[in-house]
């Protein structure tokens, strides 16, 4: 079982421009969760995904947005990047009620 | 809404002494509770978590943490700690009947110094 993965692993983008990051769930799993981690921070809810909709969403701003595919992956979608979209993307997978596996993150720069 | 206080910001301890790592909730519904550990430039990892039962959960290398829900707390403990312990902590909590997201602490940095 390869478990969580995500891609790229690491990202350097300019401000104003658009970034897609993803995210393939640990196998048997049929939830996605992304959060940010900014540095020296804790992670912050974006949005998770279940069924191909997105069941909850975080404080964040319409800008980040995302997907689901049939085959449970994800991507997590940044328009308009500002520098303070700089951070560590986690992405978590699961089943609907159950614990949360973590993939090592995209560290994205905006510079 | 939850939320998650974790107490102690940095925590510097000496190789082979015990360590807490102290974590407060905040909810007026039931929770799980979390702890999980983050490596310099690696992802986060589970240490252990509470569902339900006993109050005592044992976790991964050595730790354990107890849920106290009259005092809110699920602390980290570990009798006695390594160099390779050096890490970020997180305690994080979800509601039990909405396994939604998770709220995270902003987390405590042990250094385990020889």
């Known amino acids: 079982d390869a478990g969580v993965t995500q891609s790229p692993t690491h990202l350097i983008k300019t401000r104003g421009q658009q970034v897609t990051l993803r995210c393939s769930p640990k196998?048997?799993?049929?939830?996605v969760s992304w959060y940010q981690q900014a540095l020296g921070q804790g992670p912050q809810f974006i949005f998770q995904y279940y069924e191909e909709e997105e069941r909850q969403r975080g404080n964040f701003p319409d800008r980040f947005s995302g997907h689901q595919f049939p085959n449970y992956s994800s991507e997590l979608n940044v328009n308009a990047l500002l520098l303070g979209d700089s951070a560590l993307y986690l992405c978590?997978?699961?089943?609907?009620?159950?614990?949360?596996?973590f993939g090592p993150g995209t560290r994205l720069t905006v510079t | 809404a939850q939320s998650v206080t974790q107490l102690d910001s940095q925590v510097p301890v000496f190789e082979e002494a015990p360590v807490e790592l102290r974590c407060n909730y905040s909810?007026?519904?039931?929770?799980?509770l979390f702890w999980y550990v983050q490596y310099p430039n690696q992802g986060l990892q589970l240490l252990l978590k509470y569902l339900s039962g006993s109050t005592l959960v044992k976790g991964i290398n050595g730790f354990e943490a107890e849920f106290n829900k009259s005092q809110t707390s699920f602390h980290l403990r570990k009798p006695s700690v390594h160099i390779s312990d050096t890490a970020e902590y997180f305690c994080?909590?979800?509601?039990?009947?909405?396994?939604?997201?998770?709220?995270w602490g902003l987390g405590t940095s042990l250094a385990v110094n020889p």
């Open positions: 909810s007026s519904v039931s929770v799980y």
């Open positions: 994080a909590v979800i509601n039990a009947g909405n396994n939604r997201k998770l709220i």
């Open positions: 196998s048997g799993h049929d939830t």
């Open positions: 978590a997978s699961s089943l609907v009620a159950g614990e949360q596996y």
